[in-house]
T-cell receptor, first 117, second 117 residues
Framework: DAGVIQSPRHEVTEMGQEVTLRCKPI?????LFWYRQTMMRGLELLIY????????DSGMPEDRFSAKMPNASFSTLKIQPSEPRDSAVYFC???????????????FGAGSRLTVL | AQSVAQPEDQVNVAEGNPLTVKCTYS??????LFWYVQYPNRGLQFLLK??????LVKGSYGFEAEFNKSQTSFHLKKPSALVSDSALYFC???????????????FGTGTQLKVEL
């Protein structure tokens, strides 16, 4: 298995532009998570999906952020319009529920480093 | 709300010496606890988890962690550190489903481990 695949690995854009980050989870995993990592705020959960359905989006910063999961093998995180404070590394992770305990182990992608000028 | 505290931003250890990376948590109910490691320009990788049972949990690369309920701690340990262990280490917690924890994994701010010759 190739693991969780994210693209692009690096994105540099100008303020006001639309940014779309993509994620392909591990085949068969039924949970997908989007995290953001910054020096100031550490690792923040933005949103997660179960069986393609958004379950908790309370971490999405504001309406400029949106996430979709149209099928089990693809998810996008979109920022429109982007701002310099959105600069961060965005991670996608997927997991498979493990029994009734639900103690999922997350597998992370390599991340997408976003720089908004 | 669930939370994790990693009180040390950085831990320095000489190779061959034992290492400890500290973590304390706050959660409703019995916690699910995890340690992840992040190497430069990579996503987080799972090291070990505690769900129930023996308080001493063994994980990858010779790491282990001890769950202490009375102190609400889950410190990461290794008997003999290697230079290759140098990385950023994250502790994480989630509440069990029965207490409404959903599937949200909350991470600490991370501890940079530096192992020197």
């Amino acid at each position: 298995d190739a693991g969780v695949i994210q693209s692009p690995r690096h994105e540099v854009t100008e303020m006001g532009q639309e940014v779309t980050l993509r994620c392909k989870p591990i085949s068969g995993h039924d949970y997908l998570f989007w995290y953001r990592q910054t020096m100031m705020r550490g690792l923040e959960l933005l949103i997660y999906f179960n069986n393609n359905v958004p379950i908790d989006d309370s971490g999405m910063p504001e309406d400029r952020f949106s996430a979709k999961m149209p099928n089990a093998s693809f998810s996008t995180l979109k920022i429109q319009p982007s701002e310099p404070r959105d600069s961060a590394v965005y991670f996608c992770a997927s997991s498979l529920r493990q029994g009734n305990s639900g103690a999922n182990v997350l597998t992370f992608g390599a991340g997408s480093r976003l720089t908004v000028l | 709300a669930q939370s994790v505290a990693q009180p040390e931003d950085q831990v320095n250890v000489a190779e061959g010496n034992p290492l400890t990376v500290k973590c304390t948590y706050s959660v409703s109910g019995n916690p699910y606890l995890f340690w992840y490691v992040q190497y430069p320009n990579r996503g987080l990788q799972f090291l070990l988890k505690y769900i129930t049972g023996d308080n001493l949990v063994k994980g990858s690369y010779g790491f282990e962690a001890e769950f202490n309920k009375s102190q609400t701690s889950f410190h990461l340990k290794k008997p003999s550190a290697l230079v290759s262990d140098s990385a950023l280490y994250f502790c994480a917690v989630r509440a069990p489903r029965v207490t409404g924890g959903g599937n949200k994994l909350t991470f600490g701010t991370g501890t940079q481990l530096k192992v020197e010759l």
